[in-house]
């Protein structure tokens, strides 16, 4: 894994995407943050859970595939008591760009989860995104496409509309697709453009990885609210072990309504409000800065409210000058454990990569 595999002018369009900054992390919160993830496996794994949260998900949630899902992303924040899970996602973008900014020799591994996946050797790859030359991350799909290729398969990056359902499979062209990896934030595959994508994916002629099921099981952010919830979790018949994990990393989480509006605004300096679909901080808000219009739309949306954990800071030097940021760290993880640990730095109310020195940073466990 290699920038290599990335054209020089598509970095020189995104400054901010690397910092040269490394953050620390203890071994004692990396400990910590992958027991967590090996614990969410454990819940997941409950009937009980999966029937509460798939309740209130899409139809095509209810669907299994064989698939896992690759890469989740386990967000976190660093604080004197230990690391806070902020929240999980299930198309975390990053982990190829965090891989090759370390430098380190991932490829097999990366592929063997991609092979896993794929119940053997994909002979033909498709990395899916909507306008995916457009995306901020478009130097990862370069990255993921490389790898495919290192690894013998035919790979190409595409637009969902560019998919056809044909002759008993998925085409892109003049190729059948063995596997798609999934890049759409459009988690229910509902979109029209998405259609064939959708279908091909409910007839299992092709491999979408990740795929809905995964992201209403895991990333819903109405989820952490269960999982911040000790009698919920010993409901659905959580060991006690795995309820000590998340009761200690998971900030309590709760909906919101209009019913309870009076109650949250008083509360609000307290609490991170952020939509129960979203992704990539987008709507998402801290409470002590909202503005009451903004609050209005927040209980017009189908909205959480979490617990406020607000994000640990690193000196960065930058032009001769000692500037704080912010640290969100995520671990990237497969099949309950943990792959690749890489931090983000920002400044603002929402990660970004806007902030001159911010951006994917090496992390250090010691």
Known sequence: MSLADIPAPLLAERPHLFSAATVRIAAADYRRMAALVAAMEEVVALPAYRERVLSRAPDIARFEPRARGVFFGYDFHLTADGPRLIEINTNAGGALLAAAQAGGDVDRMFADMFRAECVGE????????????????????????ALFERQGSAAVICDPADLLLCHGGLWHEDRRLDLVYNRLTDFALAA??????????????????PHPRAHALYADKRNLGLLSDERQLRECGAAREVVDVLMATIPRTEGVSRERAGELWARRRGLFFKPAGGYGSKA???????TRR?????????????????????????????TELKVDVRCYAYAGRVQLV??????????????PGGGFARVGIA
Request: hydrophobic share 45%; aromatic share 10%; no cysteine.
């Open 284 to 290: 998402a808000y801290r409470g002590d800065k909202i």
């Open 294 to 322: 903004v609050f209005d739309e927040v209980l017009a949306g189908d909205y959480v409210a979490q617990a406020l954990v607000p994000p640990s800071t690193t000196s960065v030097t930058i032009d001769g000058h000692v």
């Open 342 to 355: 890489a931090a983000r730095l920002w400044q603002g109310q929402t990660t970004n990569f806007r902030t």
């Open 122 to 145: 994909p002979k033909t790859v498709a990395i899916v995104d909507e306008a995916p030359a457009a995306q901020y991350l478009y130097p990862e799909f370069l990255l993921a496409k």
């Open 192 to 209: 029209p453009q998405q259609a064939a994508l959708r279908q091909a994916y409910l007839d299992g002629s092709v491999v979408v990885t």
